[in-house]
């Protein structure tokens, strides 16, 4: 998914608060999937965050960087 607009339309902001980066009693409205309301608990079993300002390794692939954070969350029992 991408998220497009201009310069501090709230790109952040919103995706801040679909991590859960913001407190839930600054927020008003649900965010559903598939006409269901998302709680939080699934929303980070579906998605993963990183924050804007992580460290990337540049000597990395995209790919890898990927596979690197994707490595990092899932338990070692999934495989590759």
């Not at 201009?6 to 608060?17: E, L, N, R, Y």
């Not at 679909?18 to 079993?45: C, D, F, P, Y």
């Amino acid at each position: 998914m991408k998220v497009l607009g201009a310069s501090g339309a709230g790109k952040s902001m919103f995706i801040d608060a679909l991590a859960g980066q913001i407190e839930k009693e600054s927020l008003k409205g649900n965010a559903t999937l598939n006409r269901q309301v998302l709680v939080s608990k699934i929303l980070k079993i579906i998605s993963a965050y990183m924050m804007q300002d992580d460290l990337l390794f540049p000597m990395l692939t995209v790919e890898e960087t990927l596979m690197l954070s994707t490595e990092f969350r899932l338990p070692r029992s999934v495989s590759k």
